[in-house]
């Protein structure tokens, strides 16, 4: 069931994942971001500007571990999933338990809350739409005018952050 959720989730998140964030979705190529991060590095050291420019990378340490699932849940409702669609992935995502063996008997048995599990087909997706909550923070902020990004060239679009799966990049205007 996994795969099949997986196969058709692929095929949608071009249209709901933001620009920003090119990995695991067709016709993107994690190799565009990194070239735009270096070229927005070179802008912020060759701009001669009065203002100071920062970029910053943030590394996602042990990021699946950590996804809660009913946040999960939340931003694929907000991102416009359908609630029966949303259950079901969250039936694949939480149906997972541990048992431990001790002196070579199976004792107990822990039902987790949280944690997209490392190799699983659905994990890498449902971490992106995680990633884009993230995403929609940022933008908020630069509506709000409280955040500039960085531009590389005179006409050249405002870059604020690269995304990279569990790693990011964000450019800002110092202040």
């Known amino acids: 069931m996994a795969k099949t959720l997986a196969n058709r989730l692929r095929m949608v998140l071009g249209d709901v994942i933001s620009e920003d964030?090119?990995?695991f979705v067709a016709g993107r190529l994690i190799s565009d971001n990194a070239a735009f991060g270096f070229e927005c590095l070179h802008a912020?050291?060759?701009l001669k500007r009065k203002k100071g420019f920062l970029a910053l990378k943030l590394d996602m340490f042990k990021a699946y571990d950590r996804v809660e699932w009913g946040f999960l849940s939340q931003i694929m409702l907000k991102l416009g999933f359908l609630?029966?669609?949303?259950?079901?992935i969250m039936s694949c995502v939480s149906s997972v338990s541990f048992s431990f063996l001790v002196n070579g008997e199976v004792c107990g048995m822990v039902k987790p809350s949280r944690r997209l599990r490392q190799g699983d087909l659905l994990s890498p997706y449902l971490f992106l739409l995680c990633v884009e909550g993230l995403s929609s923070l940022v933008h908020r902020t630069v509506s709000c005018g409280e955040l500039t990004g960085v531009?590389?060239?005179?006409?050249?679009?405002?870059?604020?952050y690269l995304f990279f799966v569990d790693d990011s990049l964000l450019?800002?205007?110092?202040k």
Do not use: E, K
């Open 21 to 23: 964030q090119s990995a």
């Open 44 to 46: 912020i050291q060759t």
């Open 83 to 88: 609630s029966r669609w949303v259950n079901r």
């Open 151 to 160: 531009r590389c060239g005179q006409t050249g679009p405002f870059i604020l």
């Open 171 to 174: 450019f800002a205007c110092a």
